[in-house]
T-cell receptor, first 114, second 114 residues
Framework: KAGVTQTPRYLIKTRGQQVTLSCSPI?????VSWYQQTPGQGLQFLFE???????NKGNFPGRFSGRQFSNSRSEMNVSTLELGDSALYLC?????????????FGPGTRLTVT | AQSVTQLGSHVSVSEGALVLLRCNYS??????LFWYVQYPNQGLQLLLK??????LVKGINGFEAEFKKSETSFHLTKPSAHMSDAAEYFC????????????FGAGTRLAVHP
């Protein structure tokens, strides 16, 4: 099976702009979670989508949003970009939603805000 | 609230030596615990997971971890380090409640010297 894919792999944006990142889960996986990775804060949970519904959200401002489509593909959007949004954004897919299920990560999208 | 602490942000071993990466967790309920590895410019790869079936968990690439409830630990070991093991390792606990939300430790960077 193909793994989790994320596009684009690299992005450079300017402060104030918005950005959309895409994630395609492993075939058959219905849950998609997003994480932000920075040197200072480490890996932090953004949100989880399952069956097109947001099930859980991390402690991030409302500028961070996401959605999931009927084919389980997911997008996350960051509006009004700030310098501190520069990070590696990782998407993870899982068969279903539940604490015991493994999450499989994509290669990430490296976002640089200038 | 659940949390994970990884002792030692950097660990250095010689090729062929024992690898020991420490992880302690805090959880009021039986935890689901995971170890992930991240190579430079890549996403996270699942090494192994603990879901209460057995206290000694074997993973990929010769790694294993032992769950010790009395010590609230889930340390990762490998009997003989290989140069290709050089990477960053993350311990994570899955938040209870039926969600796909991982709380990660700060990570341990493993260096392997010839």
């Amino acid at each position: 099976k193909a793994g989790v894919t994320q596009t684009p792999r690299y992005l450079i944006k300017t402060r104030g702009q918005q950005v959309t990142l895409s994630c395609s889960p492993i075939s058959g996986h219905r849950s998609v979670s997003w994480y932000q990775q920075t040197p200072g804060q480490g890996l932090q949970f953004l949100f989880e989508y399952f069956s097109e519904t947001q099930r859980n959200k991390g402690n991030f401002p409302g500028r961070f949003s996401g959605r999931q489509f009927s084919n389980s593909r997911s997008e996350m959007n960051v509006s009004t970009l700030e310098l501190g949004d520069s990070a590696l954004y990782l998407c993870a897919s899982s068969q279903t939603s539940g604490s015991s299920y493994e999450q499989y990560f994509g290669p990430g999208t490296r976002l640089t805000v200038t | 609230a659940q949390s994970v602490t990884q002792l030692g942000s950097h660990v250095s071993v010689s090729e062929g030596a024992l690898v020991l990466l420490r992880c302690n967790y805090s959880s009021s309920v039986p935890p689901y615990l995971f170890w992930y590895v991240q190579y430079p410019n890549q996403g996270l790869q699942l090494l192994l997971k603990y879901t209460s079936a057995a206290t000694l968990v074997k993973g990929i690439n010769g790694f294993e971890a032992e769950f010790k409830k009395s010590e609230t630990s889930f340390h990762l070991t490998k009997p003989s380090a290989h140069m290709s093991d050089a990477a960053e390792y993350f311990c994570a606990v899955s938040v209870s409640g039926g969600y796909n939300k991982l709380i990660f430790g700060a990570g341990t960077r493993l260096a392997v010297h010839p």
